[in-house]
């Protein structure tokens, strides 16, 4: 029943700017920590940002003060800004969320993943 739904990917120029959002749905009923991932091919997907329900983030030394991790609790959504994109950062871009639902399970969930393209 829970689902992640992205958006905000897309094409940009080296030096420009995405922000990326992440809207969570369904049977839930803790929103945990969120975090945004992202993957290359022939590469392992890798942490950018997370943060905890009472707002700790923590990111990825590739991505530090140039992107920016943040949420919305009573609209169960998280975000990524990302500023002066490198083309290195062109991926595919995860959201994901520690749940517990109206069930009293806890379980990890990944959005569809969204196309983040840096090129001139």
């Known amino acids: 029943q829970v689902q992640l739904v992205e958006s905000g990917g897309g094409l940009v120029q080296p030096g420009g700017s995405l922000r990326l959002s992440c809207v969570t749905s369904g049977s839930i009923f803790i929103l945990r920590a969120m975090g945004w991932y992202r993957q290359v091919p022939g590469k392992q997907r890798e942490l950018v940002a997370r943060?905890?329900?009472?707002?700790?983030?923590n990111y990825a030394d590739s991505v530090k003060g140039r992107f920016t991790i943040s949420r919305d609790n009573a609209k169960n959504t998280v975000y990524l800004q990302m500023n002066s994109l490198k083309p290195e950062d062109a991926a595919v871009y995860y959201c994901?969320?520690?749940?517990?639902?109206?069930?009293?399970?806890?379980?990890?969930?990944w959005g569809q993943g969204t196309q983040v393209t840096v090129s001139s």
């Open positions: 994901n969320a520690d749940i517990t639902t109206a069930t009293w399970a806890q379980r990890i969930y």
């Open positions: 943060i905890t329900r009472n707002g700790i983030t």
